[in-house]
């Protein structure tokens, strides 16, 4: 059965906005209320369609009132900071993220018309650490627990999530545990670092990168806005690049640096609001992630179209590499024909100087 | 008259002759202007767990290669034991202070089989938290050694190292060699056991007496954050030049596969069966030591 009311938190970022058109477009649903601390932009407006914009809160009880008023029966909760930069340092941002999920909850709980609640969680929860397997399951868990920013949140925001469901049995609760997003239109941490031309990397580490197109985040989250999934999923591409490898593809310009020197970068980069490099963050791009994405494609259903080389592939098209992979395959190509030239030479005085010696006469048959 | 006969006369070569020779420079030039333009742009493939075929072949291959052929002057023994295109559980001895028994069974399996196969790694989690080495491991198809990561490999018909006996195996001083250690718990027979993939165990003799540890310098050890710190007749004591391995006659054997499909996979949790097996393939291996030690004529011969 389609939901009748839906209200999206976080309509004002990219992947929020594009969840509530997609389904302001769907006629099968009634409703569709955005709710979100700051306005969406012009553009976003005009996608948004018939949503219905709420300036709120959710740290605040408002939020109950317009659950209540609508009688919502499915909440996407997408309004979770990834970075200190968007939501005006760590505070307010461990703030919305744990203590605004804790008042929607709290209003949810209160409803009755709720029947179905979306997390936008994140594959981070796993953490990332030397100790981690190479490829995570839904029923695994952080070898080392996330102790700060982003993935602590997270991790924090599941556990209320799931004693929500403990206390509302009757609601069915989908976790969507997503990879690193990329695309040509979403501004994720990923997409902010690999746009900078020098990429400061950890010297001497290379991390799993696993992707997932903008398109296909798009595409889950409606699945699981309007269909029935309840449980834990993993939502990822098909297949891992290196992140040397990713850099390398589009055509960046990789700067190894020792950790400490890192940090300072990250530090300084963070100050002036560019690329975030929490000690959280660099983690994961020491060591990387991969999660298994085998439930996604048979319980949920949803085979993404886009593998993780595509995804980044797509993303290419958007940023004009600084080294152009077309240079590199004329020098070299220049190169290797050079390179015929000579070894044409070479063999023809080779052979004016030194003929070819007869080939070997008959050899003694070995049984005779 | 009759015709006459065609007597072949040599009917067991139908191949022309062809004298093997290296490939020319230019060809190799061309084939390293080739691989730089690859890994100047990315196009090439890695897998989830972090192996790098190309760079694996191209160049850390090729780095140990010399010492598989000339240093250690590797023989290996029952190749014909291990599957030529499926899934199995490689259960080695571990020894000589720095891991270099596990990368000459890399190139072993690489070189010398048939078919070429991948050496997949188990290490130590030290392995990857250090920079560059756990990087390198990983590009050359080590993983973690946990059951989830054996599991998966085993599953993806991968030929899946392990050495059970860990640290205690290879950080073990030189009076103990070839005395197999404790292995480990037990888990690698559990993996094998949940996958129904054969233990193949294997023996190897030489790398013992590559770095002969005759000393523990536990201070610096823990001072580092490392289970032993080596010292060798010429570590530390000759600096950097100490590092060089003792050119020792390595011989690696491969056994009999020893078969656990057909006990199920509920029987990984049969802990009285897990010893068992676990115990049946220390004692195989130790077994083939003996008799490799008898082969081998002397330490350097």
């Given amino acids: 059965m389609p939901p009748a009311v839906v209200l999206v938190t976080g309509v004002s970022r990219w992947l929020g906005g594009a969840l509530a058109a997609e389904l302001a477009a769907d006629p099968a649903i009634e409703r569709v209320i955005g709710v979100d601390t700051v306005p969406p932009s ?73 029947r179905r609640f979306v997390l936008k969680s994140t594959s981070a929860v796993y953490g990332a650490s030397s100790r981690d397997p190479a490829v995570f399951t839904e029923s695994m868990q952080a070898r080392q627990v996330p102790w700060g920013g982003f993935a602590k949140d997270s991790v924090d925001i599941e556990g209320y999530v799931r004693s929500f469901a403990r206390r509302r049995p009757d609601v069915d609760v989908a976790v969507l545990r997503f990879t690193n997003f990329i695309g040509p239109r979403i501004d994720s941490l990923l997409t902010g670092f690999l746009r900078m031309p020098l990429v400061p990397t950890a010297l001497g580490y290379d991390a799993r990168v696993q992707l997932l197109h903008e398109d296909d985040a798009l595409a889950v989250l409606t699945r699981a806005t309007t269909g029935s999934f309840a449980g834990t999923v993993n939502v990822g591409g098909e297949g891992t690049l290196l992140l040397s490898q990713a850099i390398r593809r589009l055509g960046r310009v990789e700067v190894p640096l020792p950790t400490p020197a890192l940090g300072s970068v990250g530090r300084l980069s963070r100050r002036f609001g560019f690329v975030d490099y929490s000690p959280e963050q660099m983690r994961f791009l020491n060591f990387g992630r991969v999660v298994d994405t085998a439930r996604l494609r048979t319980r949920f259903g949803y085979t993404p179209r886009y593998t993780t080389e595509a995804a980044l592939a797509d993303y290419a098209r958007t940023v004009a590499p600084v080294i152009d992979p077309l240079t590199v395959r004329s020098v070299t190509g220049g190169l290797s024909s050079l390179l015929t030239r000579v070894g044409d030479t070479a063999s023809a005085v080779e052979r004016r100087l030194r003929p070819t010696p007869p080939p070997p006469g008959l050899r003694a048959v070995r049984d005779a | 008259m009759p015709e006459a006969r065609v007597i072949p006369l040599r009917p067991d070569d139908d191949e022309p002759f062809a004298p093997v020779s290296p490939p020319a420079w230019d060809d190799q030039v061309a084939g390293g202007l080739e691989f730089l333009q690859r890994r100047l742009t990315g196009e090439y493939e890695t897998d989830e767990f972090g192996f790098d075929p190309d760079l694996a072949d191209h160049v850390l291959l090729p780095i140990l290669r010399p010492f598989f052929q000339k240093w250690f002057r590797v023989e290996t023994f029952g190749l014909e034991n291990v599957p030529a295109d499926s899934g199995a559980l490689v259960v080695a001895n571990h020894s000589g202070t720095l891991p270099i028994d596990a990368l000459m069974t890399t190139v072993a399996l690489h070189d010398e089989h048939p078919a070429a196969r991948r050496f997949r790694l188990l290490g130590a989690d030290l392995v990857f938290d250090i920079p560059l080495v756990g990087a390198m491991a990983r590009k050359l198809g080590a993983t973690l050694a946990c059951n989830e990561d054996a599991e998966r490999l085993l599953t993806e018909g991968e030929l899946v190292g392990v050495f059970p006996e860990g640290f205690k195996g290879i950080g073990k001083p030189f009076r103990d060699r070839y005395t197999l250690q404790r292995f480990g718990r037990g888990g690698f027979v559990s993996a094998a056991l949940r996958t129904g993939k054969p233990i193949i165990p294997c023996a190897i003799v030489g790398a013992e007496e590559i770095y002969p540890m005759i000393g523990n310098a536990k201070t610096v050890a823990r001072l580092f954050g490392l289970p032993y710190f080596p010292i060798t007749p010429t570590f530390p004591l000759l600096g950097p030049l100490g590092l060089v391995p003792l050119p020792s006659k390595w011989l690696i054997a491969f056994g009999e596969p020893i078969e656990t499909a057909s006990y199920g996979p509920a029987a990984a949790e049969d802990p009285m069966l897990v010893f068992n097996l676990t115990d049946q393939v220390r004692e195989t291996i130790q077994h083939s030591l003996y008799q490799l030690l008898l082969r081998r004529t002397s330490v350097f011969g």
């Fill in chain 1, 42 to 114: 012009p553009a976003m407006l005009r996608r948004l369609g018939r949503t219905e914009f709420v300036r709120a809160d959710i740290r605040n009880p408002l939020i109950g009132k317009v659950i209540a008023a609508a009688s919502v029966d499915t909440v996407v909760h997408m309004n979770i900071s990834s970075t200190p930069a968007g939501s005006g340092g760590r505070v307010p941002m461990k703030e919305l993220n744990v203590i605004g999920t804790m008042q929607l909850l709290a209003a949810c709980q209160r409803a009755p018309s709720v």
